[in-house]
Protein backbone atom coordinates (compact mmCIF):
# COMPACT_ATOMS: atom_id res chain seq x y z
CA UNK A 1 0.00 0.00 0.00
CA UNK A 2 1.29 3.99 -0.72
CA UNK A 3 2.20 5.78 2.13
CA UNK A 4 3.17 9.30 1.40
CA UNK A 5 7.11 9.72 2.33
CA UNK A 6 6.65 13.54 4.11
CA UNK A 7 3.62 15.74 4.49
CA UNK A 8 5.03 17.70 1.26
CA UNK A 9 5.07 15.97 -1.99
CA UNK A 10 6.81 16.41 -5.29
CA UNK A 11 4.46 17.09 -8.43
CA UNK A 12 7.13 14.24 -10.09
CA UNK A 13 5.95 11.77 -7.01
CA UNK A 14 2.89 12.24 -7.71
CA UNK A 15 2.98 11.41 -11.38
CA UNK A 16 4.74 8.27 -10.33
CA UNK A 17 1.69 6.75 -8.21
CA UNK A 18 -1.26 8.07 -9.76
CA UNK A 19 -2.01 4.72 -10.56
CA UNK A 20 -1.56 3.42 -7.37
CA UNK A 21 -4.63 1.70 -5.88
CA UNK A 22 -5.22 3.40 -2.90
CA UNK A 23 -4.05 6.73 -3.96
CA UNK A 24 -6.80 9.48 -3.77
CA UNK A 25 -5.90 13.26 -5.19
CA UNK A 26 -8.17 15.95 -3.64
CA UNK A 27 -9.12 19.25 -5.22
CA UNK A 28 -9.00 21.76 -1.80
CA UNK A 29 -9.60 24.88 -4.18
CA UNK A 30 -11.46 27.96 -2.42
CA UNK A 31 -11.48 31.35 -3.58
CA UNK A 32 -9.08 33.60 -1.66
CA UNK A 33 -11.19 36.76 0.81
CA UNK A 34 -8.47 39.16 -0.37
CA UNK A 35 -8.84 39.19 -3.89
CA UNK A 36 -12.23 39.69 -6.06
CA UNK A 37 -13.47 37.30 -8.78
CA UNK A 38 -10.92 34.22 -7.03
CA UNK A 39 -12.53 31.37 -7.41
CA UNK A 40 -11.37 28.78 -9.93
CA UNK A 41 -13.02 28.98 -12.99
CA UNK A 42 -10.95 26.10 -14.13
CA UNK A 43 -12.47 23.60 -16.33
CA UNK A 44 -9.94 20.60 -15.63
CA UNK A 45 -8.27 18.61 -12.58
CA UNK A 46 -5.85 16.25 -11.82
CA UNK A 47 -6.50 12.75 -13.43
CA UNK A 48 -9.16 11.31 -10.85
CA UNK A 49 -9.06 14.18 -8.50
CA UNK A 50 -12.02 14.03 -6.17
CA UNK A 51 -13.36 17.83 -5.53
CA UNK A 52 -13.33 18.37 -1.03
CA UNK A 53 -15.69 21.19 -0.53
CA UNK A 54 -14.09 23.30 2.29
CA UNK A 55 -16.59 25.65 2.36
CA UNK A 56 -19.96 23.40 2.05
CA UNK A 57 -19.20 19.85 3.28
CA UNK A 58 -16.42 19.92 5.72
CA UNK A 59 -17.23 23.18 7.60
CA UNK A 60 -19.88 23.78 9.90
CA UNK A 61 -22.23 26.40 8.05
CA UNK A 62 -24.96 26.67 11.23
CA UNK A 63 -21.94 29.29 12.47
CA UNK A 64 -21.54 32.80 12.32
CA UNK A 65 -18.09 32.67 11.47
CA UNK A 66 -16.23 31.28 7.31
CA UNK A 67 -14.41 28.16 7.24
CA UNK A 68 -15.39 26.26 11.10
CA UNK A 69 -14.15 23.08 12.14
CA UNK A 70 -16.30 20.56 11.35
CA UNK A 71 -18.23 17.46 14.04
CA UNK A 72 -16.39 14.24 13.75
CA UNK A 73 -19.85 12.79 12.45
CA UNK A 74 -19.91 15.24 9.72
CA UNK A 75 -16.27 14.48 8.45
CA UNK A 76 -16.76 10.74 8.69
CA UNK A 77 -19.89 11.22 6.16
CA UNK A 78 -18.69 13.27 3.75
CA UNK A 79 -14.84 11.72 3.46
CA UNK A 80 -16.66 8.63 3.19
CA UNK A 81 -18.81 10.04 0.34
CA UNK A 82 -15.43 11.32 -1.74
CA UNK A 83 -14.42 7.17 -1.36
CA UNK A 84 -11.99 7.57 1.38
CA UNK A 85 -10.77 4.33 3.14
CA UNK A 86 -8.88 3.69 6.32
CA UNK A 87 -5.58 3.14 4.42
CA UNK A 88 -6.23 5.69 1.36
CA UNK A 89 -3.60 7.86 0.47
CA UNK A 90 -4.28 10.75 0.29
CA UNK A 91 -2.58 13.54 -1.84
CA UNK A 92 -4.32 17.69 -1.74
CA UNK A 93 -3.84 20.61 -4.11
CA UNK A 94 -5.11 23.56 -5.13
CA UNK A 95 -4.69 26.03 -7.96
CA UNK A 96 -3.32 28.46 -6.33
CA UNK A 97 0.34 26.76 -5.59
CA UNK A 98 0.01 26.67 -1.74
CA UNK A 99 -3.36 28.04 -0.14
CA UNK A 100 -6.35 26.04 1.13
CA UNK A 101 -4.59 22.65 0.36
CA UNK A 102 -2.46 22.58 3.94
CA UNK A 103 -5.74 22.96 5.43
CA UNK A 104 -7.37 19.72 4.26
CA UNK A 105 -3.94 18.28 5.22
CA UNK A 106 -4.43 19.30 8.70
CA UNK A 107 -7.54 18.84 9.08
CA UNK A 108 -7.27 14.86 8.39
CA UNK A 109 -4.58 14.85 11.27
CA UNK A 110 -6.71 16.23 13.50
CA UNK A 111 -9.12 13.92 12.74
CA UNK A 112 -6.66 11.00 13.27
CA UNK A 113 -5.81 10.26 9.42
CA UNK A 114 -1.96 10.36 8.60
CA UNK A 115 -0.87 9.16 5.45
CA UNK A 116 -1.91 12.17 3.53
CA UNK A 117 0.61 14.90 1.85
CA UNK A 118 0.19 18.40 0.51
CA UNK A 119 1.38 18.49 -3.27
CA UNK A 120 3.70 21.11 -3.54
CA UNK A 121 3.45 23.95 -5.99
CA UNK A 122 -0.21 22.61 -6.34
CA UNK A 123 -2.24 22.91 -9.53
CA UNK A 124 0.10 25.53 -11.40
CA UNK A 125 3.52 23.37 -10.71
CA UNK A 126 1.44 20.15 -12.63
CA UNK A 127 0.85 22.33 -15.56
CA UNK A 128 4.06 23.57 -15.68
CA UNK A 129 5.64 20.01 -16.27
CA UNK A 130 2.62 18.77 -18.18
CA UNK A 131 1.01 16.10 -16.45
CA UNK A 132 -2.13 14.58 -17.09
CA UNK A 133 -5.27 16.57 -16.72
CA UNK A 134 -8.95 15.87 -17.33
CA UNK A 135 -12.47 17.79 -17.30
CA UNK A 136 -13.28 18.09 -13.74
CA UNK A 137 -16.04 16.33 -12.79
CA UNK A 138 -18.16 15.25 -9.65
CA UNK A 139 -17.07 12.02 -7.40
CA UNK A 140 -19.96 8.96 -8.17
CA UNK A 141 -18.06 6.46 -6.87
CA UNK A 142 -18.37 4.09 -3.98
CA UNK A 143 -18.35 5.20 -0.83
CA UNK A 144 -15.11 4.63 1.22
CA UNK A 145 -14.87 3.41 5.15
CA UNK A 146 -13.26 6.20 6.76
CA UNK A 147 -14.14 6.96 10.20
CA UNK A 148 -12.42 10.23 12.09
CA UNK A 149 -11.15 10.14 15.58
CA UNK A 150 -10.73 13.36 17.16
CA UNK A 151 -6.88 14.20 18.22
CA UNK A 152 -7.51 17.18 20.95
CA UNK A 153 -4.88 19.90 20.65
CA UNK A 154 -4.44 20.44 16.73
CA UNK A 155 -7.56 23.09 16.82
CA UNK A 156 -7.98 25.77 19.70
CA UNK A 157 -10.85 27.26 19.88
CA UNK A 158 -11.53 31.08 21.25
CA UNK A 159 -11.48 30.31 25.35
CA UNK A 160 -8.20 28.55 24.58
CA UNK A 161 -6.48 31.49 22.69
CA UNK A 162 -7.98 33.86 25.87
CA UNK A 163 -6.12 31.46 28.23
CA UNK A 164 -2.42 31.59 26.07
CA UNK A 165 -2.57 35.41 25.98
CA UNK A 166 0.41 36.70 27.86
CA UNK A 167 1.42 32.85 28.86
CA UNK A 168 5.35 32.14 29.05
CA UNK A 169 4.76 28.55 27.28
CA UNK A 170 2.73 29.97 24.19
CA UNK A 171 3.55 31.19 20.93
CA UNK A 172 0.46 32.90 18.63
CA UNK A 173 1.94 33.39 15.29
CA UNK A 174 -0.27 35.17 13.07
CA UNK A 175 -0.02 34.11 8.94
CA UNK A 176 -1.66 37.30 7.65
CA UNK A 177 0.26 39.68 5.51
CA UNK A 178 1.96 42.24 7.55
CA UNK A 179 -0.24 45.19 6.69
CA UNK A 180 -3.36 43.20 7.84
CA UNK A 181 -1.83 42.18 11.10
CA UNK A 182 -0.48 45.85 11.61
CA UNK A 183 -3.72 47.25 11.06
CA UNK A 184 -2.28 49.89 8.53
CA UNK A 185 -4.21 47.58 5.99
CA UNK A 186 -8.03 47.36 6.84
CA UNK A 187 -9.78 43.60 6.65
CA UNK A 188 -11.05 42.15 3.73
CA UNK A 189 -14.14 41.56 5.48
CA UNK A 190 -16.58 44.03 5.72
CA UNK A 191 -16.92 45.15 9.41
CA UNK A 192 -14.48 43.32 10.82
CA UNK A 193 -12.34 45.55 13.03
CA UNK A 194 -8.39 45.80 12.01
CA UNK A 195 -5.05 44.81 14.35
CA UNK A 196 -4.20 41.33 15.77
CA UNK A 197 -4.00 39.15 18.91
CA UNK A 198 -1.91 40.76 21.71
CA UNK A 199 1.33 39.31 22.07
CA UNK A 200 1.33 37.59 19.18
CA UNK A 201 3.86 37.58 16.17
CA UNK A 202 3.85 37.77 12.48
CA UNK A 203 4.85 35.27 9.69
CA UNK A 204 2.63 36.39 6.66
CA UNK A 205 2.52 32.65 5.14
CA UNK A 206 3.58 33.55 1.59
CA UNK A 207 7.40 34.45 2.91
CA UNK A 208 7.21 30.67 2.81
CA UNK A 209 6.73 30.04 -0.50
CA UNK A 210 8.58 31.30 -3.73
CA UNK A 211 6.78 30.44 -7.31
CA UNK A 212 3.77 28.96 -5.53
CA UNK A 213 6.32 26.12 -3.95
CA UNK A 214 7.80 26.40 -0.59
CA UNK A 215 10.95 27.70 0.23
CA UNK A 216 13.89 24.91 0.71
CA UNK A 217 14.21 23.42 4.42
CA UNK A 218 17.24 25.51 5.82
CA UNK A 219 14.73 28.67 4.41
CA UNK A 220 11.55 27.59 6.01
CA UNK A 221 13.91 26.88 9.06
CA UNK A 222 15.61 30.37 9.48
CA UNK A 223 12.05 31.65 9.04
CA UNK A 224 11.12 29.93 12.14
CA UNK A 225 13.57 30.36 14.24
CA UNK A 226 13.31 34.04 14.40
CA UNK A 227 9.89 33.35 16.12
CA UNK A 228 9.20 30.38 17.46
CA UNK A 229 10.89 27.93 20.16
CA UNK A 230 11.18 24.14 20.38
CA UNK A 231 9.97 24.20 24.05
CA UNK A 232 6.89 26.44 23.59
CA UNK A 233 3.53 25.54 22.01
CA UNK A 234 2.17 27.25 19.18
CA UNK A 235 -0.79 28.53 17.94
CA UNK A 236 -0.76 29.35 14.35
CA UNK A 237 -3.86 32.26 13.23
CA UNK A 238 -4.83 33.71 10.57
CA UNK A 239 -8.29 35.74 9.17
CA UNK A 240 -10.43 32.49 8.96
CA UNK A 241 -7.95 29.43 9.59
CA UNK A 242 -7.01 28.47 6.66
CA UNK A 243 -3.33 30.07 5.63
CA UNK A 244 -2.44 29.08 9.50
CA UNK A 245 -2.32 25.75 8.17
CA UNK A 246 0.26 26.87 5.83
CA UNK A 247 2.33 27.83 8.50
CA UNK A 248 1.56 24.99 10.04
CA UNK A 249 2.77 22.58 7.53
CA UNK A 250 6.05 24.44 7.04
CA UNK A 251 6.69 24.32 10.81
CA UNK A 252 6.21 20.53 10.64
CA UNK A 253 8.98 20.44 7.68
CA UNK A 254 10.93 22.63 10.16
CA UNK A 255 11.20 20.03 12.81
CA UNK A 256 8.77 22.06 14.81
CA UNK A 257 5.91 19.67 17.33
CA UNK A 258 3.29 20.85 19.59
CA UNK A 259 1.54 22.81 17.16
CA UNK A 260 -2.06 24.02 16.71
CA UNK A 261 -4.35 25.91 14.77
CA UNK A 262 -7.09 28.81 16.17
CA UNK A 263 -9.97 27.97 14.49
CA UNK A 264 -11.60 30.76 14.36
CA UNK A 265 -8.64 32.99 13.68
CA UNK A 266 -8.55 36.79 13.48
CA UNK A 267 -12.62 36.59 11.92
CA UNK A 268 -13.58 35.65 15.60
CA UNK A 269 -11.33 37.13 17.60
CA UNK A 270 -11.91 40.61 15.74
CA UNK A 271 -15.90 40.49 16.35
CA UNK A 272 -15.85 39.00 19.50
CA UNK A 273 -12.89 41.43 21.53
CA UNK A 274 -12.58 44.80 21.74
CA UNK A 275 -9.82 46.96 20.24
CA UNK A 276 -7.30 46.95 22.56
Given at each position: MLHVPKPLVSVHWLNQHLADENLIVLDATIGKVTE?????????????????????????????????????????????????????????????????????????????????AVLDGGLPEWIKHNYPLETKADYSGKPG?????????????????????????????????????SGEEPEPRAGLRSGNIPGSFNIPYTSLLENGCFKD??????IFKAVLSEHKQTTFTCGSGITACVLALGAELSGYKNLSIYDGSWTEWGSLTEDE
Open positions: ANSDSNASTQIVSARFFDIKQKFSDTNTSFPNTFPSVEQFTTQAQALGIHNDSCIVVYDDKGIYSSARVWWMFKAFGFNNVNFTASYNTGFIKFFDDVVNEVGEDNHIIVDARSHARFIEQLQA
